[in-house]
């Protein structure tokens, strides 16, 4: 037998939808200023891990804290990066030099950092031409500190050993570089942070007292 549905004028179905099936425009926007308004810490790693290059005991040079701007891929500049970053242009949005400056103008001052750095690349100069605007907008002198020879991606690494091994053997100071005391170090992404660590333990064995990391996103939990 068969049951004629009665309007209950409770449920969604009979009542219509409890939530707007779209958020307003001031709902957005909120959200907007919320996720580009936030930051995330990049945490210094303190231990080798134990590999062909490495012993596994403490490290004996350690980045500073570092900021990192966005998550990777997220709404807002998270979203940009990872535009920018496979984009033909192969360039960084003024956008993002816009806010990375206004986020290390007080950064910079505040631990005396006097120079900008970068993390290398043979693939492209994407994270230098960042890092060179980056620097004449927040006022202070870029240099080439650090050099690359051929690796393997580090998201291609099948393990953190493997990706500190890789970094160790990866990276080196350029011979007869004058190092700054404290210098900023700019990646555009940061994952395992074995690239950040090595090229800031490097850069601290040559002579610097401290390095700030500073990278675009993080994409540790997301796919690069």
């Not at 891990?49 to 500073?64: A, E, F």
């Not at 290398?120 to 050099?147: G, M, Q, T, W, Y």
Request: with cysteine; net charge neutral.
């Amino acid at each position: 037998m068969l049951h004629k549905a009665i309007d209950c004028g409770h449920c969604a179905n009979c009542a219509g939808p409890v939530l707007p099936e779209k958020a307003s425009f001031e709902a957005e926007e909120k959200a907007s200023v919320y996720l580009n308004g936030r930051t995330l810490t990049i945490l210094p790693r303190k231990q080798w891990i134990p590999s062909d290059v490495t012993d596994g005991k403490r490290i004996k040079y350690v980045n500073q804290e570092g900021i990192c701007l966005s998550r990777y891929g997220d709404p807002g500049y998270g979203e940009l990066v990872k535009r920018d970053k496979y984009s033909r242009e192969k360039r960084f949005c003024d956008e993002l030099v816009g806010r990375s400056a206004q986020l290390l103008r007080p950064y910079l001052s505040e631990n005396r950092i006097t120079h900008i750095t970068c993390v290398p690349s043979l693939r492209s100069d994407i994270v230098k031409d960042f890092a060179k605007r980056l620097a004449a907008s927040c006022s202070i002198p870029f240099v080439e500190l650090l050099e690359k020879t051929p690796a393997n991606q580090q998201k291609e690494m099948e393990n953190s050993a493997h990706q500190c091994a890789n970094a160790v053997c990866s990276f080196s100071v350029i011979d007869g570089a004058n190092i700054p005391e404290r210098v900023l170090l700019v990646d555009d992404v940061v994952d395992s942070r074995w690239t950040l660590t090595v090229c800031g333990f490097k850069l601290m064995e040559k002579g610097c007292k401290e390095v700030y990391p500073f990278a675009l996103a993080d994409s540790s939990q997301k796919e690069a």
